[in-house]
């Protein structure tokens, strides 16, 4: 099975409609990224997305990390600064969609939104 993960920072405290706008943005982002023959069997199968906290940016950017080095294709995430916070503050990361254990390694700790 294939899915996506998203992982919000915590510590920005995003009201709701900023946190679904920006994992959108990590979603969409992440997802033209990937091979797209990847794409089409996610799509097949459902297209199952997890969104997780992550607790501030420092905790992002080790997950991103991991993320590459496994070559699981990610996009990170940083706002416009229009909204709510300050213009080049990174939000969250969108992960594959990739192969379920592969992520779950990577990210099985986290807690759900």
Known sequence: MLKQ???VRKDLKLPKGKMAAQCAHA???AVLKSDQKMV???KSEGMAKIVLYVENE?????????ARK??????LITDAGRTTVAPGTVTCLGIGPDD?????????DLKLI
């Open 58 to 66: 420092k905790e992002l950017l080790k997950f991103e990390k991991e």
């Open 70 to 75: 496994a070559r699981i294709k990610c996009a």
């Open 100 to 108: 379920e254990e592969e992520i779950d390694a990577i990210t099985g």
């Open 40 to 42: 089409q069997k996610w």
């Open 27 to 29: 979603s969409v982002s």
């Open 5 to 7: 993960v998203i992982l």
